[in-house]
């Protein structure tokens, strides 16, 4: 069993960065494979970035690629996501999730675990 818990989120105008955190409990976080998603009203979830249980592998969705980054660290078991040049079409309540395949995926059915979510406005 792994929770997952979102901080980070918040207020921020175009062209601004923010650092999105997930805390990991479980002593098996260092197998699990780490994603993040987001979402907005009437729209599906979808896919931002992903990393392997290495954190050598890493994934993202076309409209993020090259401003935002996905790491990890499996000693303080936690996951992040650095996000660059923010732009409206970004707000979303962004989730942390955990897979137990540990490779990285950018499929939203092969996590197992998913955090509350935080949310991020981009104001234009």
């Known amino acids: 069993q792994v929770q997952v818990v979102e901080s980070g989120g918040g207020l921020v105008q175009t062209g601004g960065s923010l650092r999105l955190s997930c805390a990991a409990s479980g002593r098996t976080f260092s197998r699990y494979g780490m994603g993040w998603f987001r979402q907005t009203p009437g729209k599906e979830r979808e896919f931002v970035a992903a990393?392997?249980?290495?954190?050598?592998?890493?994934y993202y969705a076309d409209s993020v690629k090259g401003r935002f980054t996905i790491s990890r660290d499996n000693a303080k078991n936690t996951v992040c996501l650095q996000m660059n040049s923010l732009k409206p079409e970004d707000t979303a309540v962004y989730y942390c999730a955990a897979a137990k395949v540990g490779y990285g995926t950018s499929r939203l059915s092969e996590y197992d675990y998913w955090g509350q979510g935080t949310q991020v406005t981009v104001s234009s």
């Open positions: 990393i392997n249980w290495s954190g050598g592998l890493t």
